[in-house]
Nanobody, 125 residues
Framework: QVQLVESGGGLVQAGGSLKLSCTAS????????MGWFRQAPRKEREFVAA????????SYADSVKGRFTISRDNAKSTVYLQMNSLKPEDTAVYYC??????????????????WGQGTQVTVSS
């Protein structure tokens, strides 16, 4: 079982930037998809971004395209989410996720084998 630990959340003004990190341990993840989901108060958890094992393929929710960038460094077992031009509606707890199977993109919750504990992102207007 893989353990995921997120960091980098915080409070930022609208228009600002944050970079989230997620470090994995317990298993080599270079062939597993990784991604980010978020959950705002009183809302369902939603997909944000995903990346395949070698970093060559990415996918984004329409709401973050052009503003967020997902990347990974397999040598460090770490996946990143660079968030620019942040908006108040981006406020949520952000969760890192790893796929349950190799060569799988984590664009749906059913594909996820492990979750991180979450990190809070708050964007003030």
């Amino acid at each position: 079982q893989v353990q995921l630990v997120e960091s980098g959340g915080g409070l930022v003004q609208a228009g600002g930037s944050l970079k989230l990190s997620c470090t994995a341990s317990g298993r080599t993840l270079s062939t597993y998809g990784m991604g980010w989901f978020r959950q705002a108060p009183r809302k369902e958890r939603e997909f944000v971004a995903a990346i395949n094992g070698d970093g060559g393929s990415t996918s984004y929710a329409d709401s973050v395209k052009g503003r967020f960038t997902i990347s990974r460094d397999n040598a460090k077992s770490t996946v990143y989410l660079q968030m620019n031009s942040l908006k108040p509606e981006d406020t949520a707890v952000y969760y890192c996720a790893a796929s349950k199977s190799r060569y799988t993109m984590v664009v749906e919750p059913t594909t996820i084998g492990s979750w991180g504990q979450g990190t809070q992102v708050t964007v003030s207007s």
